[in-house]
C-alpha cells in the first residue's frame, strides 16, 4: 500500500512538474544558443517594454538545430538565435526559417551581414594574441605565417570541435579551396604547442602563463576577460597584443525567425528590439563583440570596425563546409 | 488470482521487446552499406577513440577500485573518531558530477585559477608547465573521485558481511594490517569490487559531459558529432552500436570473471569488529582521511560557494527555483518508477535462471553504458514511429525524457536489487512458503524488508545519476522545462551557475 501510494505520488509530481505546450498568445517562444548574461537582460528589458512573455530555452546551436527539424511540421520556438553563421547553411537548408523584412535596418547593416530569412545581431573577428610583456615585436602578420615551422612548438589554440575554429577553416577552403587549407591546418597543428584544450580565455590565459608565444582567439573574449571581476583575468588581457590577420575571419551571431511558428509578430517586434541602438550598444560594451550596427563604438581594446581587413565571407553558404572541414581536422589531427 | 511470477516473466518478455525495438534500429544499420563518413571515421577517428576510451575507462576503473577498497578497509577495520561521519561522506562523492570536477580542476590549477595566483601573490617562483596537464589525466582523475563510492559501498557491503571471521582468525594469528590487506580483503573482496568496476566502467564509456569539456576524443563524442555536426545518423548509429558491442563483450568479461568466483565467500559470515586504534594511530588516520576528503571535495566546494555568493545578484531566483524544482520532481519520480521496474526483472531472475532473465539483465545493463544522448536520438525515432500508430505528441513532453531516463538507468538499480537477492538468497522466502503464505506474500512482507539496503542504495544512485544528466536534459527536455544540467551548462562564465546545481 504504501509502495502504491510512492508511485502514485510520483505520477502527481510529474503532472505538477509537466508544463503545458504554449499557445499563440501575447508570448515569444525562443531556442537560444546565445548563452550571455546581456541577452537575458536585454530579453527582461524586452518583456517590461512590451509586455510580451518571453519563454527562453537555451541549448547548444547544433542540438536546437535538431530539435527544430523534429518539430518542423509543429513548431513550438518562435525565434532561433545562434553564436554561429556555421548554421545557418543547415538550417536554410531544412527550411526551418521564415521570411524576415527588415525595413530599413538593412540601410545600416553591412551587405553580407543579412539576408531573407537572417540576420545578424553581432560580428566577432578570430585573431591572434601574443604577450606585449615578453613578445613586444612579434613577427607574425596572419595565420599563414603561423604555420611556418620556424614557430615549432609556439602556438595555442582550442579544440576543432569548437564551432569557431570549424568557422575559421570553413572560411579559409570557402575562399582558398579544400588543398590549400588543408596544408595551412596541417602547419598550424605541427606548430602545436600542446593538444588543444580549454577554450579560448585559457588560449589567452596560456600565452601569458609562457606556455606559447601565439593564441588564436575572438575578439570578444580580450573585451570580456578586460571587464571580468576576476582580477587575475583582466592583467591577462591588459597584457595581450592583438594582431588581425591580413584577412580577418569574421564570424556573426545571428537571428531568425521559424517557419510557421506560433507568434510571428512578437518575433518580429523582438528582432526589431534587438537591433535597436540601445541593444547593439549592450551587445558592444557588455559582452564586448562587434554589434551589427557598424556605428556603436566598441571597447578600445579592439580594432574599431573599419580599421581592419576582413576576409570574404558568404555567410549562408558557410555551413556548406562544415563536413569537408571536420574531415580536414582529422586528417591533420587537430584534435 | 494475480500469478506474481507470471506477471515478472512477461514484464521480462515485454521488456526485452522493448529494448530491443529500440536498438534495433542501430543494428539493423550495420546491414545497410556504408557511407564516406563513415569509412572517413574508420580511417581517421576510430582508432584514437577507441584508445582513448578503452584508456579512461581502464584507468579509471582501476583507479576507483584502488580508492575505494582503500578507503572500505579502512573505515571497517578501524575505529576511530568520526568514522561513521567519514563513512557517509565518502557516500557524497556520488553527488558531484564528474563534469562539474572537470571544470573546476581545470580552473583551480589554470594560469588565473586559486593555485597559480596563490602561488603569484607571495611571489613563489613556479614554472606554468608544471600545471599542464593532459586531458586524459584529468579525465581519469576526476572519474576515480567522482566514481570510487562505487566500488567502496559494494567492498564495504562485503568486508563487513562476509570477511569477518577471515579478518579476526587473521588478526589473533598476529598478521599486520599491510598484509590482511593484500592477503585477505584484496582478494576476498573480487566479486564487490567487480560488480562496482563494473558500474565505473559503464558510467565513464557512456559519459559526454568531461570528455566534451576536456577535447578528448572518445566514442561518446564521436557519436554526438557524426549526428550533430557531420548531420549524419547513420555514422552515429554505427559507432553508438560499435560501443554497444564493446559493452556487451565487457559485461560477457565481468559475467564470467564473476561466475569463476561465486563461491569465493560465504554469502553471510560473522559481523566484522573494527579495532580501536592507539590515539597516535588515530590521529594520523582522521588526518589523512581529513586530508583526502579535504582535497577532493572540500575545497571544490568552498570555491563553489565562494563564487555562489559572489553571483547572489545575478542569479535568477524564479528560474533556478523552478528548475530546481523540475530537476527534484522528475529525478524523484522516475527513480521511484525504475525502482519498480528493476524490482520485477531482478525478481524474474531471482525466481527463475532463465535465458529470459539472463537477456532481461543483460539489456537493462546496456542500457546504462550507452551516452544519454544515443539514448535520445534511439528515444526520438522510436516515439516518432510510435506516432504513426498513436496520434499523441509524444515526441514534445516529457513522457520521451522519462522514457529515455529509465532506458538509461534501469540497469543502475538492476545491478544493485540483483546483488541484494543474491545475498538474501531465497531462504527467508521459502521459510514463510512452508508456514503458509505465498511467495508474492512472503516477498512483501519478508523479503522487502530484508531488502531495504539494497533498495535506498539503488534508488540513491538513481536519483544522484539522473539530477546530474546533461545530455538527455539537454536534447528532450519539453518547452520551458528547464533542469538544473542544462541550466548549468549554458552559462558561459560557468562560475555564476557553477555553484547551486553542485550544492545540492
Redesign the interface.
Known amino acids: 500500500m504504501r509502495k502504491l501510494s510512492l508511485l502514485l505520488l510520483s505520477l502527481l509530481i510529474f503532472t505538477a512538474c509537466t508544463q503545458a505546450q504554449p499557445e499563440a498568445t501575447n508570448e515569444l517562444n525562443i531556442y537560444s544558443a546565445r548563452n550571455y548574461d546581456v541577452d537575458k537582460d536585454l530579453l527582461l528589458r524586452f518583456e517590461s517594454e512590451t509586455g510580451i512573455k518571453v519563454n527562453l530555452f537555451e541549448g547548444k546551436g547544433d542540438e536546437l538545430i535538431e530539435r527544430l527539424k523534429l518539430e518542423q511540421a509543429d513548431p513550438i520556438a518562435d525565434i532561433f538565435m545562434t553564436v554561429g553563421a556555421e548554421a545557418l547553411y543547415p538550417a536554410l537548408q531544412n527550411e526551418l526559417l521564415a521570411d524576415l523584412d527588415l525595413n530599413t535596418a538593412k540601410d545600416t547593416l553591412d551587405a553580407n551581414t543579412y539576408g531573407d530569412k537572417w540576420v545578424a545581431l553581432t560580428k566577432r573577428a578570430r585573431i591572434i594574441v601574443y604577450d606585449k610583456v615578453n613578445n613586444p615585436t612579434p613577427s607574425v602578420k596572419n595565420l599563414e605565417d603561423l604555420s611556418d615551422p620556424q614557430y615549432l612548438g609556439t602556438i595555442l589554440s582550442r579544440s576543432s570541435t569548437s564551432s569557431y575554429n570549424l568557422a575559421l577553416i570553413a572560411n579559409h577552403i570557402q575562399n582558398d579551396g579544400y588543398e590549400t587549407t588543408r596544408q595551412l591546418a596541417q602547419g598550424l597543428v605541427k606548430n602545436f604547442a600542446r593538444t588543444p584544450t580549454g577554450n579560448d580565455r585559457d588560449q589567452a590565459k596560456s600565452v601569458i602563463a609562457g606556455l606559447g608565444q601565439y593564441a588564436i582567439m575572438n575578439t570578444y573574449y580580450v573585451a570580456a576577460m578586460e571587464r571580468s571581476t576576476d582580477a587575475e583575468e583582466v592583467k591577462v588581457a591588459q597584457q595581450l597584443g592583438l594582431i588581425y590577420p591580413e584577412e580577418t575571419h569574421v564570424n556573426i551571431s545571428w537571428i531568425a525567425k521559424i517557419k510557421d511558428s506560433p507568434n510571428p509578430d512578437n518575433a518580429q517586434r523582438l528582432i526589431e528590439f534587438l537591433l535597436s541602438e540601445s541593444a547593439q550598444k549592450e551587445y558592444a560594451e557588455r559582452n564586448g563583440e562587434y554589434p551589427a550596427l557598424n556605428s556603436i563604438p566598441v571597447s578600445s581594446l579592439l580594432l574599431p570596425w573599419d580599421a581592419f581587413n576582413k576576409a570574404e565571407v558568404d555567410y549562408e553558404t558557410l555551413g556548406q563546409h562544415n563536413i569537408e572541414t571536420i574531415q580536414l581536422f582529422d586528417e591533420v589531427g587537430w584534435e | 488470482m494475480f500469478n506474481w511470477k507470471r506477471f515478472t516473466k512477461i514484464s521480462s518478455i515485454l521488456w526485452i521487446l522493448l529494448i530491443f525495438i529500440l536498438f534495433s534500429e542501430t543494428f539493423t544499420l550495420l546491414t545497410k552499406p556504408t557511407n564516406e ?1 563513415w569509412q ?1 571515421s574508420v580511417r ?2 576510430l582508432g ?1 577513440v577507441s584508445v582513448n576510451t578503452l584508456i579512461i575507462v581502464g584507468f579509471s576503473t582501476f583507479f576507483a577500485s584502488l580508492l575505494g577498497i582503500f578507503l572500505a578497509g579502512m573505515v571497517t577495520l578501524f575505529q576511530f573518531k568520526g568514522r561513521k561521519l567519514f563513512s557517509f561522506l565518502f557516500y557524497l562523492a556520488l553527488a558531484f558530477p564528474p563534469y562539474v570536477l572537470a571544470y573546476f580542476w ?1 580552473y583551480f590549477i ?3 585559477g586559486t593555485l ?2 596563490f602561488l603569484r601573490s607571495l611571489n613563489i617562483p613556479y614554472q ?2 608544471w600545471f ?1 596537464v ?2 586524459k589525466f584529468m579525465a581519469i582523475f576526476v572519474y576515480t573521485l567522482s566514481l570510487f563510492p562505487y566500488i567502496y559501498i559494494s567492498t564495504k557491503a562485503i568486508i563487513n558481511r562476509s570477511l569477518g571471521n577471515y579478518i579476526e582468525n587473521a588478526r589473533v594469528l598476529g598478521y599486520s594490517y599491510p598484509r590482511i590487506f593484500l592477503k585477505l580483503i584484496l582478494p576476498l573482496s573480487l566479486p564487490a569490487r567487480l560488480s562496482g568496476g563494473l558500474l565505473v566502467a559503464l558510467e565513464v564509456l557512456s559519459d559526454y559531459g568531461v570528455v ?1 569539456y ?2 578528448i ?1 572518445s566514442f561518446s ?1 564521436a557519436i554526438v ?1 557524426s ?5 549524419d545518423f547513420d555514422t552515429a548509429l554505427r559507432l553508438a552500436a560499435l560501443l554497444m558491442v564493446l559493452t556487451l563483450v565487457l559485461l560477457a568479461i565481468f559475467a564470467f570473471i564473476g561466475r569463476r568466483i561465486q563461491n569465493l565467500v560465504p554469502i553471510k559470515g560473522k559481523p566484522l569488529q573494527p579495532t580501536a586504534l592507539k590515539p597516535k594511530h588515530s590521529i594520523y588516520l582522521v588526518s589523512m582521511l581529513t586530508l583526502f576528503l579535504f582535497l577532493s571535495f572540500g575545497i571544490p566546494l568552498i570555491q563553489l560557494f565562494y563564487w555562489s555568493i ?1 553571483s547572489l545578484a ?1 542569479i ?1 531566483l524564479n528560474r533556478f527555483i523552478s528548475s530546481l ?2 530537476s527534484l ?2 529525478s ?3 527513480s ?2 525504475i525502482l ?1 521496474i528493476a524490482f520485477v526483472l531482478a525478481n524474474h531472475g531471482r525466481i527463475q535462471k532463465s535465458f529470459i532473465s539472463f537477456i532481461a539483465g543483460k539489456l537493462t545493463l546496456l542500457g546504462y553504458s550507452i551516452p544519454g544522448s544515443v539514448i535520445g536520438i534511439l528515444s ?1 525515432i522510436f516515439f ?1 514511429n510510435l506516432r504513426n500508430i498513436i496520434p499523441i ?1 509524444l ?4 513522457i520521451l525524457l ?1 522514457f529515455a531516463l529509465i532506458i538509461r538507468y534501469a540497469g543502475l538499480a538492476y545491478q544493485s536489487i540483483e546483488q541484494g537477492f543474491n545475498k538474501l538468497g531465497l531462504r527467508f522466502n521459502e521459510a514463510a512458503q512452508v508456514l503458509g503464505k505465498s511467495y508474492f506474500n512472503a516477498l512483501i512482507k519478508v523479503d522487502l524488508v530484508l531488502l531495504k539496503p539494497a533498495l535506498y542504495s539503488a534508488f540513491t544512485m538513481v536519483f544522484l545519476d539522473i539530477i546530474k544528466e546533461l545530455p538527455l536534459s ?2 528532450l527536455r ?5 533542469t538544473l544540467p ?2 548549468f551548462i ?4 560557468m562560475r ?1 551557475w557553477l555553484n547551486p546545481p553542485s550544492l545540492l
Open positions: 563518413n572517413h581517421y577517428v584514437d581545470t589554470s594560469y588565473t597559480q595566483t606554468a608547465t599542464v593532459d586531458p566534451s576536456l577535447g576524443p563524442t558529432r549526428w550533430l555536426r557531420f548531420q559572489q545575478s535568477r524544482s523540475n520532481g522528475l524523484i519520480g522516475v521511484l518508477i519498480l526520438l516518432l505528441k515526441n514534445q513532453s516529457i522519462i539537454l536534447l519539453p518547452f520551458n522545462f528547464n542544462p541550466r549554458s552559462m558561459p562564465m555564476c
